[in-house]
């Protein structure tokens, strides 16, 4: 009679040691995941950020009398600021006011691209 119980118990033990072999390790089963995550976050989620903490700083170092372009695409010069809204000047004595995250950048890069391309044309 005790045969019968230890056999039993024997074939019990076997079995899922038998499964555990076959079924890969828990750490390799999720390491595509991990390279795939690894890699959107170096193509897509560090440079968004990097960009990102470059607008803040620009948007921050904003002052009276900065030329600056909208993302809507008006030109136009700061003439007050405050922590939410700026308001430009985009022609004399015609001001307009817009949020302050809506300020794409300063202009005066936009006017230098321009007038090195016309010097290059005038050496050749």
């Given amino acids: 009679m005790f045969d019968w119980i230890m056999n039993n118990a024997i074939a019990q033990d076997a079995a899922p040691a038998a499964a555990n072999a076959a079924q890969p390790n828990g750490i390799m089963a999720f390491m595509p995941f991990v390279v795939i995550f690894i890699i959107f ?27 600056v372009y909208t993302k809507s695409g008006i030109l136009g010069t700061i003439t007050g600021i405050n922590e ?7 022609s004399e004595g015609s001001r307009i006011k817009v949020l302050r995250s809506s300020v794409g950048g300063k202009s005066a890069p936009l006017f230098e691209k321009k007038e090195e391309k016309k010097v290059e044309k005038k050496d050749k």
């Fill in 84 to 90: 939410t809204v700026v308001t430009l000047e985009v």
């Fill in 41 to 67: 976050y170096f193509l897509m989620i560090r440079p968004q950020k990097k960009k990102l903490q470059e607008e803040q700083t620009m948007i921050n170092a904003l002052g009276k009398g900065d030329e």
